[in-house]
């Protein structure tokens, strides 16, 4: 890993162990983007970027210099106005009217570490000698309008990060229209675009398009980053697959709305976008004042989507996740939300706690309904009393008895929302998102609380905070569960409404970093009605999501794949739930079920004491199992074998395997059954050739065989009978044959 600067040609060279990425400082004062790709062994790129005489239609900023068109330049920051007619990605209103934007570069920084950024999340270094990051001052000569681009590469990962801030140097106010994070300009464009995308119970269904002339886009205007469009998206050069294919991948460190886009130009090349939406949004920046945009995590893989997911996965792991539990494994719980839904009292759910914890569970979480008068989706939330009627020896009574049991226990809030039929809502109507004189609009029976104000922001940390400091509560699942509509803030002045939705961000994590900060030990997993917020901001602070409302294991085989290509297991919260399955209604087997949900942080969410003493017998030892390959799945890299988005989608296989190879694990889910069909075999990958494995099927045989015949045989897979079937084998490396 290694930042250089080559002066005689202006070049900066950002590398990584198997990365480079080149910028120049071009005539002009422009800096142009060179290169990114794999490690390039040179920095002597003089012959790049390439001038071409375009015409007039391409115009020349410097009019002696014909060759010289911004229309066609790689830059890594473009304005708007000065030749370059493709998407910019700052544009901005002067207080003359005025829009031109022309960054000339003028100055550089190299040093060690990553500096934070101011009020946002961020990838982090835990010392100076983890990264080594890049600083380029960007300034507009005429408005003193400036941009600084922060870069840094890891020493040990294969990314790049980058972010910029944007400073008013001017005497006058300057109105920010577009701010956007990161800009490439790729030469080609004979790429595929990769997105993920979906709704609510169907998050990130896996979307592919060839690249077109013209600009392609996905986008949230949400308020969230969303169950439409994950805020990722990845070129891939035509016939990518899991293991071979470049791949160029970006992922915004952000949670609400933004915009990814990719804009192919008539000389075919492609600018790749990403940052806060431009949509409804502007920003206010006095004299002075730096407004920072948030971070954006790019991948480039030589070795197709499994090398882009293992280099998030790895990433994410050690240098986005935080705290105390980014390193252990997570409990297994038990969550009582399907299996009683709003209908409880303390004696249903001791009932539950005292089933979960005989097979085994470790953490037991009481879901919606505990507080105010809270027996429907209807009313309460803001009020963040316990509810006596159900739990008369309060949370904290509740918390001591699952404690009593040998298990943790964690609680359900809604945080950023009131109902209107709440005691917060009656005394406070003016906290809510809102737009003078317009009805407001509700999202199951719901307000969004405006968090653009410090004040809504403060109540939250200190009614939340006390809740959490009453007792033993060691873990909180954090909702949110319905898109901001009527976006505006009482508290803003008019000429500031449409900055409403990035403070209400800035707002979000104010109080997430609070409470974070003041209860370390608490396990915090964010959810927006299942992955509507399945984001690295969110991961910053809360180092699992859960993944997806929709618990069948079908539908998740889909859901869990899409996410993977970009989120650790750790991730991603996968339950077993009962069957017919509460949102598809399809009956799986107790088995399959276990097999889908093993992929991610494991637990259950269905009445167990419904279930019968063979069930229970089986889950018992489905917990034990998932014990034994728990630090591999949340901790080992991860291998697709089989995506459910190729061919018919009838199956579906993935590994994982331990980061010093000796142990790994694999699973086989069928989907419908086929009458004779043909003889399959699932063939395993990055084993050691020589070495020889143990592999042992859940609930079955083990047989020896050596890392060659996993990989290039495969397992012979059993003729399927029944729809939904599903295998999983444990895979041990022998030792003694390597002499060790
Ligand atoms: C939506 C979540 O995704 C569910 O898991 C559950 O917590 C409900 N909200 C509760 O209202």
Known sequence: MNIDYLEDQHMFHLQTKHMSYLLRVVRGNQLAHCYWGPRLETSALDYLPQYIHRGSFSPNPLPEDTNLSYDQLPREFPGYGDTDFRSPALEVEFADGSSVTHLEFVGYRIHRGKPKLTGLPATYVETNEDAVSLEVDLVDPVSQLSATLLYTVFTEHDVLVRSVSVQNGGAEPVLLRRILSASVDFPDSAYDLIQLSGTWGRERDVVTRRLVPGTQSIESRRGASSHQQNPFFALAESGTTLRHGQVFAFNLVYSGSFLASVEVDAFAQARAQIGINPFDFHWYLEPGETFQAPECVMVESSDGLTGMAQAFHRFYRKHLLRGTHRDTERPILVNNWEA????????????????????????????????????????????????????????????????????????????????????????????????????????????????????????????????????????????????????????????????????????????????????????????????????????????????????????????????????????????????????VGRMTDLRTRAHVAMAGNFGYELDLTALPKSDLREIRSQIEWYKTIRPVVQFGDYYPLKSPFEGEGNDSAWMYLSTDGRVGVVTYVHVLAIANDAARRLCLTALEREARYRLEEMDGASVVRSGSELMQIGILLPVVRGDFQSWMWRLERLDETRGE
């Not at 009656?426 to 317009?438: G, S």
Request: aromatic share 10%; net charge negative.
């Open 340 to 583: 009683t839904y709003f209908q409880f009292d303390e004696d249903t759910l001791l009932d539950l706690a005292g089933v979960a914890a005989e097979v085994g569970a470790e953490l037991f979480v009481l879901d919606d309904g505990w507080f105010g008068k809270r027996d429907s989706d209807r009313s309460s939330l803001g009020d963040w009393d316990v509810n006596l009627e159900k739990l008369p020896n309060g949370i904290v009574g509740l918390a001591e008895r699952v404690h009593g049991l040998g298990m943790k226990f964690g609680l359900w809030f809604e945080p950023e929302m009131v109902s209107p039929d709440s005691a917060l809502y009656r005394a406070h109507p003016e906290w809510t998102l809102q737009v003078q004189n317009r009805p407001q609009s509700e999202g199951r029976h719901q307000l969004v609380l405006d968090l653009s104000r410090p004040d809504v922001c403060d109540h939250l940390i200190e009614r939340v905070g006390n809740v959490l400091a009453s007792g033993p509560i060691d873990y909180v699942k954090w909702d949110m569960n319905r898109h901001m509509t009527e976006v505006g803030s009482l508290a803003l002045p008019a000429h500031r409404q449409r900055e409403t939705a990035h403070r209400y961000m800035l707002g979000l994590y104010r109080v997430l970093e609070t409470l974070t900060e003041r209860f370390p030990h608490v396990l915090m997993e964010s959810c927006s009605g299942g992955g509507g917020r399945f984001d690295p901001g969110m991961l910053y602070y809360m180092p699992q999501t859960w993944t997806s409302d929709n618990t069948d294991a079908v539908a998740r085989l889909r859901i869990q794949y899409g996410t993977s290509l970009v989120y650790p297991a750790v991730t991603a919260g996968a339950h077993v739930s009962a069957v017919p399955n509460h949102q």
